[in-house]
């Protein structure tokens, strides 16, 4: 699972600092999340049920036919994991014909889709706060082995991996997969079209 490091600045740092002072016992005197705020949450994991669906379909096509690189094949379709799914579709369409696809038009949307899958992943697996004095969610994880991923080591007993991330900034992510997934949705049928009759 993918997921993303911290927001560093200084806002960040110092809320960081002020909740790891307080250790994990106390996160629960931050704010609640508010039905705003689940609304949107849930609104970016059903975006990403849609775009994994749409990825594994176009990804199965792609196999079918023989587009999907071996180093992606030979993985398909049990043991490629979502963190790849982009990462595969982006090898596919780096080989499209140029005069047939967009291909740097096409590889921008399969980034937009990969860069807020790790949002996705923070909603998904971390618990979620409001923080009083500033309009951030506050993401906390005591899972040691994804600490130890992301930030490079473990959790010490007391630690908690804080994640931060202004509340506008990720409602205007969330726009961004909504239309990344609109975009996937469009291609499914096209190539379909273009690349099923092989």
């Keep these: 699972m ?10 960040n740092d110092a809320i960081a600092a ?16 508010q039905a705003e705020d689940l609304a949107l949450f849930g609104t970016l994991v059903q975006h990403f049920a849609f775009m994994d669906l749409n990825l594994r379909g176009l990804l199965n096509l792609f196999h079918a036919q023989n587009m999907l690189p071996n180093e992606y094949a030979k993985f398909w379709p049990m043991n490629l994991p979502d963190s790849k799914l982009t990462e595969a579709l982006g090898a596919v369409i780096s080989a499209m014909d140029p005069t047939k696809e967009d291909v740097p038009n096409a590889l921008l949307w399969v980034q937009v889709i990969d860069s807020t899958r790790l949002k996705r ?78």
């Design 2 to 11: 993918a997921l993303p490091g911290d927001n560093p600045n200084a806002v």
């Design 18 to 33: 002020e909740i790891k002072e307080s250790a994990t016992r106390d996160l629960g005197s931050l704010p609640s999340l």
């Design 121 to 198: 992943n923070l909603v998904s697996h971390f618990a979620g706060k409001r923080h009083g004095n500033h309009d951030v969610y506050v993401f906390a994880s005591k899972s040691y082995k994804d600490a130890k991923k992301v930030l490079g080591a473990g959790l010490a007993h007391n630690e908690v991996h804080l994640v931060m991330t202004p509340r506008i900034e990720f409602a205007e992510m969330v726009e961004s997969a909504r239309s990344a997934q609109d975009w996937l949705a469009k291609k499914v049928p096209e190539w379909y079209e273009r690349y099923g009759k092989k």
